[in-house]
């Protein structure tokens, strides 16, 4: 439901509807309000899809935790999962991922570089649980079952709903002792969430971030696609809002969480 919700009126949505409105209006005579909603609407995306202005907001987010110097020894690896389309996977037969799949690579290398260590999905449910549809839980299990990893190494956390569900869910579920060493590994740019998270739980992890978005410096022509750029300020203003929130409500200590 909340998904469904941000996807209607995330800020994409609304800067693409702003001009149309806007010239609704003005098709119907209501001239000072239709070229009000068109400037509005135009600045805003020549602000956020034609100019790269959403990539600060990423990149801000993605840099706040440098690559972390791991350990010889590793406990464990938890993935959080968002990376999988579990629609797409149903209809096809085959694992699909979406724009965040690198979060399966990192977290690969890492299992095959440290053998010791255990993998913990953090998912939800194999099933969605109303339609019976497949589930991010679902998916993992699917590419994770073909990925060279001895299953008996693998497990799911599915019954957590948000990212501090999931920290609170997945301690209980692992246990972890004092001096174990578990990587987190998401998307770079939803660390800070997720690490504030993981701590508000009072469990100190290493986090190592995968599929950064934003490459500082990196200018290229595909640094102007506006539709690429209407996604990043999505993915950025949902962290930004998800962390304004979990602090407010007191899920986690800080507004932003560091290192």
Request: proline share 8%.
């Amino acid at each position: 439901m909340r998904w469904a919700l941000w996807s209607s009126f995330s800020p994409s949505q609304v800067i693409v509807l702003l001009p149309v409105l806007g010239a609704m209006l003005l098709a119907a005579g209501r001239q000072r309000a239709g070229r009000v909603l068109c400037v509005a609407g135009g600045a805003a995306l020549l602000a956020f899809g034609v100019l790269p202005l959403s990539h600060p907001l990423v990149s801000v987010l993605e840099r706040r935790f440098p690559p972390p110097v791991l350990p010889a020894r590793v406990t464990g690896i938890l993935l959080l999962a968002g990376a999988e389309r579990p629609y797409a996977t149903q209809v096809s037969g085959e694992p699909q991922l979406n724009r965040h799949g690198s979060r399966y690579a990192t977290a690969l290398r890492l299992a095959h570089r440290h053998p010791e260590a255990r993998l913990v999905v953090v998912g939800g449910p194999f099933r969605d649980p109303v339609s019976g549809r497949l589930d991010q839980s679902g998916v993992a299990r699917m590419l994770l079952a073909g990925s060279g990893l001895d299953p008996r190494r693998v497990s799911f956390e599915t019954r957590a709903t948000d990212t501090c569900d999931s920290a609170a869910s997945v301690e209980a579920l692992v246990r972890p002792a004092a001096g174990d060493a578990w990587v987190l590994v998401t998307s770079a740019v939803h660390l800070p969430r997720s690490v504030g998270c993981f701590r508000a739980a009072g469990w100190e992890v290493i986090p190592l971030g995968a599929d950064r978005q934003v490459v500082p410096g990196d200018w290229n022509v595909g640094t102007f696609r506006a539709a690429e750029n209407l996604a990043l300020l999505d993915l950025a203003l949902h962290e930004w809002l998800g962390l304004a929130y979990y602090r407010a409500v007191g899920r986690i200590g800080t507004l932003f969480p560091g290192p």
